[in-house]
């Protein structure tokens, strides 16, 4: 393996109902998705099918008892809420009191990037749209994962992975490489601890907000290893873990780095590569430790009593994965693995040098630098509410008011993708996994299609008694090369699954 996988984000964004504090965020939220659906969803729209869905089974052995479980764990429940699939493969929906965007299946970093981009461009029409309704307030979304007053929303990321590879050898070279990875992929914070109140700035928005390190839990004591067992896939073959602890990322190379090292980390685990213990003692208080020195210094004890900054440890990673790729590879290795490790060791080079090196490709550092800039200017302490607004308004998507795009227009901030291939990403899926079949069922059945979920298309056909449902169980199947000319040539939805049931 190398950076390529089959992986995804789902990313809850922060809302605000403009001049109307106390407005119900759930409402809202529904309001966004609600008219996004309606203006760009064709005819008959397909609900989300909850049948495949497991969210209390653990990936240590157990299913949790859904009588103790949070309600925030039941996912595979139908509340009623605003829920769509996407032309793009996408799933648009509410979770609880925030739109969230789940990306389609990808098999690269960049394609994950692109995807997720185009997220962000997604919820910005469907906020447009939504506060234009009659009655409606402006509404207003955030890429952010905290609102600074105790509430934190997910920012998750889904990697497909060995179903063979035993569950702790995951926890263990995994929780290192999360404790120390914020370095590269923090969204940057104004405040320290769950509600913000002690004054300073902070590497990422999520590390205050984890309790323990191994648990199924994902909105109380959150744990840096989430257990939750549901592929969405065979099961037999594949296990999908399902990470918790990143921040959403609006520069294109934290989101790069940020999937790119995990899938490489992930692929030296599967093949049983690494060789050197890396565990951290109290791996809790060491992730809140690094996130709270943005100066890059602090160290954490690991087990063996060696003691490690975080960009310390992450070159530890970065050493270990160029042996791995040189040991597999050779000189065979594709390009965005290669791109991957050499961005990977420029950025970590530079952090340890000084991180202000990395003001244009990191999220966490340009904030950083421009809040900076008006605490000089103005002569503001940490404790300046003005500088929580600053972080805040960096993570607006409204290009003209959100700081992150002013410094993209600025050319402060280096670009990945352009403008063009993230618009066309908002409608169109991914040609290599199954978000293929599925989008462009979407797009040209859309009238048949009674449901959808990652493992299933179900269709509803005139003369059937019964819904047809077609398995997407492969994540590998159902891509452009594999039906696209199938999809071509069936005008109908009947003729379709007749082709494909023959």
Known sequence: MSVRRVMGTEVEYGISVQGQPLANPMVASSQVVNAYASATVKARRARWDFEEESPLRDARGFDMSRQVADPSQLTDEDLGLANVILTNGARLYVDHAHPEYSTPEVTTPLDLVRWDKAGEQVMLDASRRASQLPGAGPINLYKNTTDNKGVSYGAHENYLMRRSTPFGEIVRHLTPFFVSRQVVCGAGRVGIGQDGREHGFQVSQRADFFEVEVGLETTLKRPIINTRDEPHADPERYRRLHVILGDPNLAEVSTYLKVGTTALVLSMIEDRFLDRDLTV????????????????????????????????????????????????????????????????????????????????????????????????????????????????????????????????????????????????AMHDPPEDTRAWFRGRCLEKYSDAVAAASWDSVIFDLPGRESLQRVPTIDPLRGTRASVGDLIDRCDTAEALVSALTR
């Open 281 to 424: 003692d109290g791996a809790v208080a060491a992730l809140r430790a690094v996130s709270h020195d943005p100066t890059l210094k602090q160290t954490v004890r690991l087990t063996d009593g060696r003691e490690l900054t975080a960009v310390q440890l992450q070159l530890e990673y970065l050493d270990l994965a160029r042996k791995y790729v040189e040991d597999r590879f050779g000189s065979d290795a594709d390009p965005q693995t290669r791109d991957v490790l050499a961005r990977w060791e420029s950025v970590l080079t530079r952090l340890e040098r000084d991180p202000l090196e990395c003001a244009s490709e990191l999220d966490w550092v340009a904030k950083l630098k421009l809040l900076q800039h008006y605490r000089d200017r103005d002569g503001l302490g940490w404790d300046d509410a003005k500088l929580q607004l600053i972080d805040l308004q960096y993570a607006d998507v409204r290009p003209e008011k959100g700081l992150y795009h002013r410094l993209v227009s600025l050319g402060r901030i280096e670009r990945l993708l352009d403008d063009g291939s993230v618009e066309a």
